[in-house]
């Protein structure tokens, strides 16, 4: 979108920037209880969910799955994968959109950070 990726985020945007969606193209691993994984990619991301490159499969939608995220720039490898905990639910509208029901501060503040930190690199880029 036309947002500025210098301006200053207040936390009275928060909202606002829960809406702000970032075409990243980060690894998406949809990861179901029996063990089976789903791999796409991010075709853009935001604090309130996900849109991936390919159609997210029905099983996948209808049953509780987790979520790791990798950002292949980040060189700390530590901070390149999250395991993000948050219930997902499928976008009736979109097929490939995943939006997230009320994330947990911590994992919010994992995903917030890897935004950041994709901004940073793929400036350095």
């Known amino acids: ?10 936390s009275v945007e928060s909202d606002r920037r829960d809406r702000m969606r970032f075409n990243f193209k980060l690894e998406v691993h949809l990861v179901s209880k029996t063990g089976k994984t789903f791999k796409s990619e991010s075709d853009n991301i935001s ?3 996900i849109k991936l490159m390919d159609k997210i499969p029905k099983e996948y939608i209808s049953m ?15 901070k390149a994968r999250i395991h993000f ?3 997902c639910v499928g976008d009736i509208l979109d097929p490939c959109r995943l939006v997230f029901v009320n994330p947990d501060k ?9 935004i950041d930190s994709y901004i940073k690199q793929s400036k350095i880029a």
């Open 1 to 10: 979108g036309p947002a500025s990726k210098n301006s200053n985020v207040s």
């Open 47 to 49: 604090l309130g969910g």
């Open 64 to 78: 509780d799955f987790s979520l790791i995220i990798i950002n292949k720039l980040e060189k700390d490898s530590k």
């Open 85 to 87: 905990k948050t219930k």
């Open 106 to 114: 911590k994992n919010k503040e994992l995903l917030e950070n890897m």
